[in-house]
């Protein structure tokens, strides 16, 4: 039992440690989607700004190119991140089934032990039942 605590122990700090890769990586993701976010809010202002001056319409093409170029390596590392994503969710999953397995198997042993416990004492009190019944003699 003792062994199976440490186990159970050890399944649980390795889930702790599967979340926070997991978690570190969708941080990193969340952070490229605020960028995009920022590019997108920027490109509407420079819209905004090229349709109220005609000075600024003639340059709004070449931004336009940036924005493209620069919003294209953002939703990049986007895609590149999902592999990542995958793999860590993958691995959670695994080590959150081992450490099920492992609390089944102790709460089972706990439940075997309960039961035999119960069945030496229902044998005992059985035995005494008998040795009592057996000294009380009828009139």
Sequence with gaps: M???GT???MAKFEVDERRRSLSVILEREAEFHRRL???DAEFERERDLARASPELARNFGV???RHKRRRAVVENRIAAL???IV???DDLAEAFETQKRYEITRDRNQEEAAAEEK???QAELDDLTSVRASRETPF
């Design 2 to 4: 003792k062994t199976l």
């Design 7 to 9: 186990l159970i122990r």
């Design 37 to 39: 976010a920022a590019l």
């Design 63 to 65: 931004f336009a190119d």
């Design 82 to 84: 999902q592999p990542a």
């Design 87 to 89: 793999k860590a969710r």
């Design 119 to 121: 069945r030496v004492e």
